[in-house]
């Protein structure tokens, strides 16, 4: 049966993570103590609803997070510190705390512990999310107790619509761009100057090619921006859009 706990403290536990090439101990003091916090556990690193959507969504959003007074973003998973780092720098998630629950001590505390032993993973943390508030969980959204691995209400467009349902959005930008391209550095620093954060696709990479340029812009040349679900066009196009959303 898994557990709300709103109003209770979270758990006290001592986490062994390694940092560069130390051993440290993280206590859940260290981690909750005088801040606002966001957690969110997942089943495990390196998982795809993990990695598509759970984790980068929360990475995405966590500027905006900030202007709403959260200290910081912790993913929380029943993995070791070596998986745990090693996701972190795939992920290239810099505004997220990956935090190794690697014996299950704090999933357990929590009530959400739960066996997966029918797909070979063991124990692992059911997906949910919480605001802690120093040390104190002030909410929580615990994913339905369904068959395989739901994710409705875990993530992060839910836990800021909770915090400030008004919070204003960041911009989805991705670049589609081609190695030596100048143009293709040249919007690259204009969103960097404006301050916008962009995904690129880089043509020769992960299968991407030409055909994938054309089929997706309906042009042939680089780079193809995209705003917001919008076409803006090449960096020439994209400097004109910047200057009227300046």
Same mark, same amino acid.
């Given at each position: 049966?898994?557990?709300?706990?709103?109003?209770?403290?979270?758990?006290?536990?001592?986490?062994?993570?390694?940092?560069?090439?130390?051993?440290?101990?993280?206590?859940?003091?260290?981690?909750?103590?005088?801040?606002?916090?966001?957690?969110?556990?997942?089943?495990?690193?390196?998982?795809?609803?993990?990695?598509?959507?759970?984790?980068?969504?929360?990475?995405?959003?966590?500027?905006?997070?900030?202007?709403?007074?959260?200290?910081?973003?912790?993913?929380?998973?029943?993995?070791?510190?070596?998986?745990?780092?090693?996701?972190?720098?795939?992920?290239?998630?810099?505004?997220?705390?990956?935090?190794?629950? /690697?014996? *299950?001590?704090? $999933?357990?505390?929590?009530? +959400? !512990? &739960?066996?997966?032993?029918? =797909? /070979?993973? *063991?124990?692992? $943390?059911?997906?949910?999310? +919480? !605001? &802690?508030?120093?040390?104190? =969980?002030?909410?929580?959204?615990?994913?339905?107790?369904?068959?395989?691995?739901?994710?409705?209400?875990?993530?992060?467009?839910?836990?800021?619509?909770?915090?400030?349902?008004?919070?204003?959005?960041?911009?989805?930008?991705?670049?589609?761009?081609?190695?030596?391209?100048?143009?293709?550095?040249?919007?690259?620093?204009?969103?960097?100057?404006?301050?916008?954060?962009?995904?690129?696709?880089?043509?020769?990479?992960?299968?991407?090619?030409?055909?994938?340029?054309?089929?997706?812009?309906?042009?042939?040349?680089?780079?193809?921006?995209?705003?917001?679900?919008?076409?803006?066009?090449?960096?020439?196009?994209?400097?004109?859009?910047?200057?009227?959303?300046?």
């Amino acid at each position: 049966m898994l557990d709300n706990r709103e109003g209770q403290s979270v758990p006290g536990v001592t986490f062994p993570a390694r940092v560069g090439n130390e051993w440290v101990k993280i206590t859940t003091d260290e981690l909750f103590k005088g801040k606002n916090v966001i957690v969110f556990a997942l089943p495990g690193a390196f998982t795809p609803t993990c990695s598509s959507t759970h984790l980068p969504r929360y990475n995405e959003l966590a500027p905006v997070f900030k202007e709403n007074g959260i200290d910081d973003i912790i993913c929380l998973s029943v993995n070791d510190t070596f998986v745990m780092n090693s996701w972190a720098e795939d992920q290239k998630a810099e505004n997220i705390t990956f935090i190794p629950d /690697g014996n *299950g001590e704090f $999933s357990a505390g929590m009530g +959400m !512990l &739960v066996d997966k032993s029918d =797909i /070979g993973f *063991g124990k692992r $943390s059911w997906r949910y999310s +919480m !605001l &802690v508030k120093d040390g104190v =969980i002030d909410k929580m959204f615990i994913e339905p107790d369904l068959p395989g691995d739901p994710f409705e209400v875990s993530d992060g467009d839910t836990m800021l619509n909770y915090i400030n349902p008004n919070a204003k959005q960041p911009k989805r930008v991705t670049l589609l761009t081609k190695p030596g391209c100048s143009h293709c550095t040249r919007a690259k620093k204009a969103l960097q100057a404006k301050g916008y954060k962009y995904e690129e696709i880089e043509l020769g990479q992960h299968g991407v090619s030409f055909s994938s340029l054309n089929a997706i812009s309906g042009q042939g040349t680089t780079p193809q921006v995209f705003i917001d679900g919008e076409h803006v066009g090449t960096a020439d196009d994209l400097e004109v859009w910047l200057a009227a959303h300046s």
